[in-house]
């Protein structure tokens, strides 16, 4: 039996929620579905000082025959990459998700370094085929080492834990990068639609507390801040389940890698349509799938809004096409299979 490392921020936490059945296991990336090949210790990273460094190469170097990164950190396998370097541990598998290109360094040596680094991965995945391609042509890894990774919703966990309706509702949940200023000015343009937007008031470097200046302003528009929590994370999944469609305003000029994935591959598990701020590096095009609709300005915005709004079941049968592709190819349990693959080449 082979022995896997999952390790990353919270991926204990997320193992643990999944298993108390608070969120489906999307984020535990189908690990708990690999084969009895494979049994799969779930640790977390150690905050990032001196000391929690030191621990987290020394976590890496535990006896187990694949160290797995659920999100590419660096700081915590410089060890474990030097020594691979070295010819040592070669046994020992390092795979890993880049959420976003590989970084470039800012100097000849810091971008050797790197170099070094990423050469020590056997398979690192990427959620976004672009960010895969431009990783590839700045030097930073050659091709036969990179995956494009299929990943998506726990298609079980939806089926047997969410009702999914249809209510009238547009929804928005998501966090990273939103351009909430212009997706709120076209739903005020469309007053019998109803927008609910929960965020976090704070979001790692993002405030949001601007937001507060809607709250009441259009009677449309319900505006909460929720804190990341268990209980948050079942309610915005009944919201999810229940609405009309999901809204993904996205900031353009923050757009270099697939932002906004989570909402889509959500909406698909559940049979939902999108409206999307378009983004090339998503490795779903929603509109070739016909799924949902890409807007880039306020006019776009709001023709889609109306359409969604004024067709339910049109809505409904973009949200059917949408479920299938989950079925087909975004889930975690290709997301599995895939691993499993890697893992054993």
């Not at 070295?86 to 890993?96: D, I, N, P, S, W």
């Not at 100097?107 to 070094?116: D, E, G, P, Y």
């Not at 999307?276 to 998503?282: A, G, K, L, M, Q």
């Not at 359409?307 to 409904?316: G, I, N, R, S």
Request: charged share 25%.
């Amino acid at each position: 039996m082979k022995k896997v490392l999952n390790v990353g921020f919270g991926s204990k936490t997320l193992y643990q929620m999944y298993r108390s059945a608070d969120m489906s296991s999307r984020l535990v990336y189908g690990l708990d579905l690999l084969s009895d090949d494979y049994k799969v210790d779930f640790e977390s990273f150690k905050q990032f000082t001196l000391k929690g460094h030191i621990k987290n190469n020394l976590m890496v170097l535990r006896p187990y025959d694949v160290v797995f990164q659920i999100y590419l950190y660096i700081q915590p396998i410089v060890l474990l990459a030097c020594l691979r370097r070295l010819g040592l541990f070669r046994r020992r598998k390092l795979v890993a998700i880049s959420h976003v290109p590989l970084k470039v360094g800012k100097s000849r040596l810091q971008h050797w370094a790197l170099q070094f680094i990423y050469g020590a991965f056997d398979k690192i995945l990427f959620h976004s085929q672009r960010n895969l391609e431009e990783s590839v042509e700045r030097g930073m890894i050659k091709a036969g080492k990179c995956e494009f990774l299929y990943w998506g919703d726990d298609l079980d966990y939806v089926d047997s834990h969410l009702t999914i309706t249809q209510g009238n509702y547009f929804l928005s949940t998501g966090r990273e990068c939103r351009d909430y200023d212009l997706m709120i000015s076209a739903f005020s343009k469309t007053p019998r639609v109803p927008l609910h937007i929960y965020t976090n008031r704070v979001n790692y470097g993002a405030d949001y507390s601007f937001l507060e200046q809607y709250q009441g302003k259009y009677d449309n528009v319900r505006l909460e801040f929720v804190e990341k929590s268990t209980d948050t994370t079942r309610f915005l999944q009944q919201q999810t389940a229940g609405c009309r469609c999901i809204v993904v305003p996205i900031i353009v000029k923050d757009i270099y890698y697939c932002v906004g994935l989570t909402s889509v591959v959500e909406a698909m598990a559940m049979s939902k349509p999108v409206i999307s701020t378009r983004n090339p590096y998503s490795p779903v095009d929603i509109e070739k799938e016909r799924i949902g609709f890409f807007v880039d300005d306020e006019q776009s915005w709001i023709t889609a809004i109306n359409y969604l709004a004024t067709h339910p079941e049109e809505a409904a049968e973009m949200g059917r096409r949408a479920r299938k592709l989950a079925e087909e190819k975004f889930n975690v349990r290709r997301c599995a299979e895939q691993l499993e693959r890697v893992f054993g080449e």
